[in-house]
T-cell receptor, first 114, second 114 residues
Framework: EADIYQTPRYLVIGTGKKITLECSQTMGHDKMYWYQQDPGMELHLIHYSYGVNSTEKGDLSSESTVSRIRTEHFPLTLESARPSHTSQYLC?????????????FGEGSRLTVL | AQSVTQPDIHITVSEGASLELRCNYSYGATPYLFWYVQSPGQGLQLLLKYFSGDTLVQGIKGFEAEFKRSQSSFNLRKPSVHWSDAAEYFCAVGATGTASKLTFGTGTRLQVTL
């Protein structure tokens, strides 16, 4: 069973608010990822990290930012939310050493911006 | 860059019937291939993966998939579907050396009728 947790699961906020989506994993994985998922669309990689103090932008441009100060924690922040940010955000992690490619996903954070 | 196509957006099968979900990929070398399942309100869970070797791979929950290089396909099959298999299924491809940075298809939603 994967041990990766996302909070909040659901968030409804107004335009212009700052939000942080939390993601924590207890597996000691070096690699962590944020994917954006819209209905009927593929998952898009928006951020990833290969370890502490390492962050990279993914394939889909995003106005969000991430940080990786601790191995187990990979929060995503939107400084000023807009309705276009409404989506589901999935956090994932994997073991750098094995290169198996298996991602362990959290249950997702569904964001609605009014 | 790699890409994945899942031609079927929605499939409905009767419980006990066989299932095949299609996946076609585009990648210049031998890819890493994955099938993930997402139940409603949940994150994604790995069903099976192909890296090399035997082209028929077995996964969890009675699923299997066959890698066909000549057709650039990695179709998912199950001989007898259970009602609990109703979910969204995602095919994904990883480039050699960066297997944990995956490209996902748009998903196929499976409905199971009793």
């Amino acid at each position: 069973e994967a041990d990766i947790y996302q909070t909040p699961r659901y968030l409804v906020i107004g335009t212009g608010k700052k939000i942080t989506l939390e993601c924590s994993q207890t597996m000691g994985h070096d690699k962590m990822y944020w994917y954006q998922q819209d209905p009927g669309m593929e998952l898009h990689l928006i951020h990833y990290s290969y370890g502490v103090n390492s962050t990279e932008k993914g394939d889909l441009s995003s106005e969000s930012t991430v940080s990786r100060i601790r191995t187990e924690h990979f929060p995503l922040t939107l400084e000023s939310a807009r309705p276009s940010h409404t989506s589901q955000y999935l956090c994932a992690s994997s073991d750098f050493g094995t290169a198996t490619g298996e991602l362990f996903f959290g249950e997702g954070s569904r964001l609605t911006v009014l | 860059a790699q890409s994945v196509t899942q031609p079927d957006i929605h499939i409905t099968v009767s419980e006990g019937a066989s299932l095949e979900l299609r996946c076609n990929y585009s990648y210049g070398a031998t890819p890493y291939l994955f099938w993930y399942v997402q139940s409603p309100g949940q994150g994604l869970q790995l069903l099976l993966k192909y890296f090399s070797g035997d082209t028929l791979v077995q996964g969890i929950k009675g699923f299997e998939a066959e890698f066909k290089r000549s057709q650039s396909s990695f179709n998912l099959r199950k001989p007898s579907v259970h009602w609990s298999d109703a979910a969204e299924y995602f095919c994904a491809v990883g480039a050699t050396g960066t297997a944990s940075k995956l490209t996902f298809g748009t998903g196929t939603r499976l409905q199971v009728t009793l």
